[in-house]
């Protein structure tokens, strides 16, 4: 593999497990406090959007290969990640449509309705199983990087 090619596998690596970690510090409101967790939201789009541009070359593919002869496993990986993406995207919608520290200290005002507070909390919960099974679904990734990462850092 060419060098460029190993530098960037290593930038989506790391990139990826601060999109992990920084994943679990906004998923918990009731530790960090609503105000720290809707900031923390605001800038989580940060590492969410280099996350889908570092792999945009499989988005596109991807995209393409659904039309194409897959396996099962396959075309339910790419659908469960499009869902993914979808679910994240609500969460954030839902999320700032029910700020209650952000929007008001950037002097936004909304009325908060009941609908967006009970979709965030449904969405937000539900995103959680579904990170675990998109994390599950690329292990063997996650596992051959790590192994390829760390065998060459030993040399």
């Known amino acids: 593999m060419s060098n460029w090619k190993q530098n960037l596998q290593k930038f989506r690596y790391v990139m990826d497990a601060l999109l992990l970690i920084s994943f679990m510090l906004v998923s918990a409101p009731q530790t960090t ?30 995209f393409k290969r659904l039309l194409s002869k897959l396996s099962a496993r396959e075309r339910f990986n790419i659908v469960w990640d499009y869902l993914l993406y979808i679910m994240m995207l609500l969460v954030f919608v839902s999320g ?11 002097d936004i005002s909304l009325n908060i309705q009941d609908f967006w507070s ?9 995103i959680m199983p579904m990170l675990g099974v998109h994390l599950a679904l690329n292990l063997s990734w996650i596992v051959k990087l ?10």
């Open 146 to 155: 790590t192994k390829r990462m760390f065998a060459k850092e030993a040399k």
């Open 96 to 106: 700032f449509l029910v700020s209650v520290a952000l929007l008001p200290a950037l």
């Open 33 to 62: 406090g609503v105000p720290l967790h809707e900031w923390f939201s605001l800038f989580f789009i940060v590492p969410f959007s280099i996350h889908l541009l570092l792999h945009w070359d499989w988005i596109q593919r991807s």
């Open 118 to 126: 009970k979709i965030h909390h449904d969405s937000a919960t539900f």
